[in-house]
Nanobody
Framework: QVQLVESGGGLVQAGGSLRLSCAASGRTFSSYSMAWFRQAPGKEREFVAVISWSGDIIVYADSVKGRFTISRDNAKNTVFLRMNSLKPDDTAVYYC????????????????WGQGTQVTVSS
């Protein structure tokens, strides 16, 4: 079992930056890939990025590639999402997820979810 708690969301102007954190509890944190998804009002949950348990495999959605950076610190049971050059289209609730095999892009593959943190980008 893994419990996930996100933090770091907020209101930022377009072009600004935020860093999200996801603190995990449970002994198997370092065994799983960790992913970030986001969901805007009226839209489906959307893949953002995933990092393998060792950190050597990272995959980004095309919409965030070059602007967002995912990383993890297994010693601190934490995964991060650094978001630069934010756009109004990035406005959403951001969720971290774990418990999947390999590094899938579909939210259905993940067993554990945080409660989400709101990111709002003003124009």
């Amino acid at each position: 079992q893994v419990q996930l708690v996100e933090s770091g969301g907020g209101l930022v102007q377009a072009g600004g930056s935020l860093r999200l954190s996801c603190a995990a509890s449970g002994r198997t944190f370092s065994s799983y890939s960790m992913a970030w998804f986001r969901q805007a009002p009226g839209k489906e949950r959307e893949f953002v990025a995933v990092i393998s348990w060792s950190g050597d495999i990272i995959v980004y959605a095309d919409s965030v590639k070059g602007r967002f950076t995912i990383s993890r610190d297994n010693a601190k049971n934490t995964v991060f999402l650094r978001m630069n050059s934010l756009k109004p289209d990035d406005t959403a609730v951001y969720y971290c997820a774990s418990g999947a095999t390999a590094w899938p892009r579909t939210h259905r593959a993940y067993n554990y979810w945080g409660q989400g943190t709101q990111v709002t980008v003003s124009s």
